[in-house]
């Protein structure tokens, strides 16, 4: 069943824009013709920012705290055991947020625990791209390049950048040998057998060529 909706969907929305698409346009309308879902912890971040962001601020005096939008602190109670890091101060202190954002927005291990260029007080600029895996607990398959277009202009667009401080041979190797320090000693092994084996049949030739001699005279 959900094979066959799925070839409806792509039927009606897309192939009668089409007259026979090449395989790659296909591939491209699967794989990029809808949004991609927000995470479970970007639903929750989204829904918990909208309610905070309704509820009034009170303008006693004895009640100020102090709200830091760069640091992303407040001296309020509720902040401390709110499980996104938010409070009312905080998010009623930023300005409106891009819709791309909440698909943006990661779950942070360090402080700041909420990061994000859109995350800046209200009336000044989007702050400058920030790593969306720095500060973060991932999965490892994390790419050199996640974004940051900057990188990209002029040139020779990404075949001229450059990784800082990256060796991909020399970290290879490194992990090999880590992972599989027996597989190092026995590759060492065998190229000693094959040079013994070779100086071996050497010496061998060398006899056959004196006895050829000896044989001549």
Known sequence: MNVENFWKQLKHGFLHNHLRPRLDLLLFADGYRRSKPLTPFQKQF??????????????DADRKYITCVEKWTCTC???PYHPCHLCKHLVQAVGPLPAKFWGQVICRRTVPLCRHPALVAKNQEMGKYVEPTDGSITDGDDHAWSGDHAVLEGGGGWRDFD???????????????HFF??????????????EEKSQQLLNLADDLERAAEILRA
Do not use: C, N, Q
């Open 77 to 79: 109670k509720a902040y």
């Open 181 to 194: 320090p027996s597989a190092d000693a026995h590759e060492s092994d065998e190229e000693e057998e094959v």
């Open 46 to 59: 989204k829904t918990a920012w909208i309610t905070l962001s309704k509820l009034p601020i009170s303008d």
């Open 163 to 177: 990784f800082p401080g990256s060796d991909d041979t020399k970290d290879e190797r490194e992990v090999h040998h």
